[in-house]
């Protein structure tokens, strides 16, 4: 096929047909071309096409494929805790999010601040979407712009599971407030926190919905009546 001709064929796909066969959104697909997930190509029109057989190969290696438990992040693998050996009230963290760099902070700020957390990381939103019906974790930290699903098309589906319900969310991002507001539908009442922010507001908020050790319950008991 020669990718300067725009005409259709019937082994590639638009953009618009590719969100809907995959049920995701126009912008998670253009992320997954830009990762090299999909392979695609411009029409001399300036129109993109993605190839039918990477979409093909896509989908079939979600459906054989990696377990929610192999989708983790490099970064979960020093301080996750299978939950089978650990105790039952062990809390319970999810974080989605696609950027190593982030993954590896996110996970130091919780093992700094509640090192008896059980922290899973998904890489990608079917993996993460997957993974919250099998944890029902206490948190979930979702990034917005994610391969598979993006953050607010995954909040949506999510919100309609009455298990949901019992979760604490919270939106991390490195999108401004002008960037994001085509996500505004799902982010609402939502707190969100700007990447460059995490460091500053993430432990802060946490400690609103995760327990302390004891030690620093007990430090922050005795401060208290000074």
Same mark, same amino acid.
């Given at each position: 096929?020669?990718?300067?001709?725009?005409?259709?064929?019937?082994?590639?796909?638009?953009?618009?047909?590719? @969100?809907?066969?995959?049920?995701?959104?126009?912008?998670?697909?253009?992320?997954?071309? *830009?990762?090299?997930?999909?392979?695609?190509? &411009?029409?001399?029109?300036?129109?993109?096409? +993605?190839?039918?057989?990477?979409?093909?190969?896509?989908?079939?290696?979600?459906?054989?494929?990696?377990?929610?438990?192999?989708?983790?992040?490099?970064?979960?693998?020093?301080? @996750? %805790?299978?939950?089978?050996?650990?105790?039952?009230?062990?809390?319970?963290?999810?974080?989605?999010? *696609?950027?190593?760099?982030?993954? &590896?902070?996110?996970?130091?700020?919780?093992?700094?601040?509640?090192?008896?957390?059980?922290?899973?990381?998904?890489?990608?939103?079917?993996?993460?979407?997957?993974?919250?019906?099998?944890?029902?974790?206490?948190?979930?930290?979702?990034?917005?712009?994610?391969?598979? +699903?993006?953050?607010?098309?995954?909040?949506?589906?999510?919100?309609?599971?009455?298990?949901?319900?019992?979760?604490?969310? %919270?939106?991390?991002?490195?999108?401004?407030? %002008?960037?994001?507001?085509?996500?505004?539908?799902?982010?609402?009442?939502?707190?969100?926190?700007? &990447?460059?922010?995490?460091?500053?507001?993430?432990? $802060?908020?946490?400690? &609103?919905?995760?327990?302390?050790?004891?030690?620093?319950?007990?430090? $922050?008991?005795?401060?208290?009546?000074?």
């Amino acid at each position: 096929m020669n990718p300067t001709d725009s005409s259709r064929s019937p082994d590639d796909f638009t953009t618009i047909e590719v @969100a809907r066969a995959l049920g995701i959104s126009v912008r998670s697909v253009q992320l997954m071309v *830009d990762r090299g997930e999909l392979e695609a190509w &411009k029409t001399s029109g300036g129109h993109r096409r +993605i190839a039918r057989a990477s979409v093909d190969n896509w989908r079939d290696s979600r459906s054989l494929g990696k377990s929610p438990e192999v989708s983790r992040g490099p970064a979960s693998d020093a301080i @996750a %805790v299978e939950r089978r050996g650990g105790p039952p009230e062990q809390p319970c963290v999810l974080l989605i999010d *696609d950027s190593v760099h982030f993954q &590896k902070l996110i996970s130091l700020l919780i093992r700094q601040r509640f090192p008896s957390v059980d922290l899973r990381i998904a890489d990608d939103g079917i993996a993460g979407l997957a993974l919250y019906g099998e944890l029902k974790p206490q948190v979930l930290i979702v990034d917005i712009l994610l391969p598979g +699903i993006d953050g607010a098309t995954l909040i949506t589906s999510l919100r309609s599971h009455p298990q949901f319900a019992s979760s604490h969310l %919270v939106v991390v991002t490195s999108l401004d407030e %002008v960037q994001r507001a085509p996500y505004a539908f799902a982010l609402e009442d939502v707190p969100v926190i700007h &990447k460059p922010r995490l460091v500053a507001e993430l432990p $802060g908020l946490l400690t &609103k919905w995760l327990p302390l050790p004891a030690k620093r319950r007990a430090d $922050g008991a005795i401060a208290g009546t000074n």
